[in-house]
């Protein structure tokens, strides 16, 4: 279902040159001021991610912080993979308007970037996966070890703080053109704000002390925060790098076993890129998928419909020839 705006609310939409609504929050360039935020967000919560194992022995850890770092980090990393990225980059299925609207909220809450630009990013991705144009790939520079390493610390979080170059209007337009995404969109630094500052209202109120804010704030934002950036920017760099491969896609994207739960289903790479329009990403037996397991519930409540299910022939016919398969 898509929505247009009223009279009133296009009257007071910025116009870019033809008359296309102006870009969302996070534009087709990066100031100097969003440079800074970008570090911050990066350095930060890193930091706070080092010092989490000192504070782990010993103090500064309860059950609800821990509690409140997996409910959030799983609220937001299943807003990135399920909408984010199944929904609104790939359209794995369609949604109800109420739906769509969470699903774009929940995933800024990852604090990964307005949703409009994220999927601009990634739609690019897959246009020029591994190839020059590729926003993020970790074979940038060329193959051999340095140069790898060199591209793995692109693709991992170097290639945010160059200059923005995915023009939103060519490879978003649909989400540019939706007055409640775009809104979403503009509204990241208030959704940034309600993930971060929510763990420690929690925390302090029902502990009904600083110190359980702090905490709260500590585990429930900031390592939640850091955790979940890595494991997001591990897809990018890690699973282009190492893997399996069962199946043929034109880049190389692989299956990473290990960040299967992290990820939330995300690290079944290969199967992905081969096929980028599933809505399932782990489709072996053992391949854990959360985001697949939700979208089904989803499904079955009839919040969302026309899920793209990979058939059995579907999956068979994207396996890469064993005879080919690499050593």
Sequence with gaps: MTSTASPAEAGTEEQQPGGTPAATMGGDRKGSVEQFALLAFIVVPFAALLAAV?????????????????????????????????????????AKRWVRVTLAIAGSMAVEGPVVRWVADHRKHHKFSDAEGDPHSPWRYGETLPALMKGLWWAHLGWMFDEEQTPQHKYAPDLVKDPAIRRVSRQFALWTLVSLLTPP????????????????????????????????????????????????????????????????GESWHNL????????????????????????????????????????????????????????
């Design 201 to 264: 209202l929690v925390g302090g109120l029902v502990t009904w002390s600083w110190w359980g804010a702090f905490t709260a704030f500590f585990w429930g934002s900031l390592v939640r925060v850091a955790l979940l950036h890595h494991v997001t920017w591990s897809i990018n760099s890690i699973c282009h790098a190492v893997g399996k491969r069962p199946f043929r896609s034109r880049d190389r994207s692989g299956n990473v076993w290990w960040l299967a739960v992290l990820s939330c």
């Design 54 to 94: 000192p504070l782990a022995w010993g103090w500064g850890l309860s059950w609800l912080d821990l509690g409140l770092m997996v409910f959030f980090y799983f609220l937001g990393c299943h807003g990135i993979t399920i909408g984010f990225h199944r929904y609104f980059t790939h359209g794995s299925f369609k």
């Design 272 to 327: 992905h890129h081969a096929d980028p329009t599933s809505a399932r990403h782990g489709v072996e037996r053992g391949q854990i998928d959360s985001s697949a397991r939700i979208i089904r519930w989803m499904e079955l409540a009839g919040w969302v419909h026309d899920v793209r299910w990979p058939s059995a022939e579907r999956i068979r016919s994207r396996r890469r020839d064993k005879a080919a398969e690499p050593a």
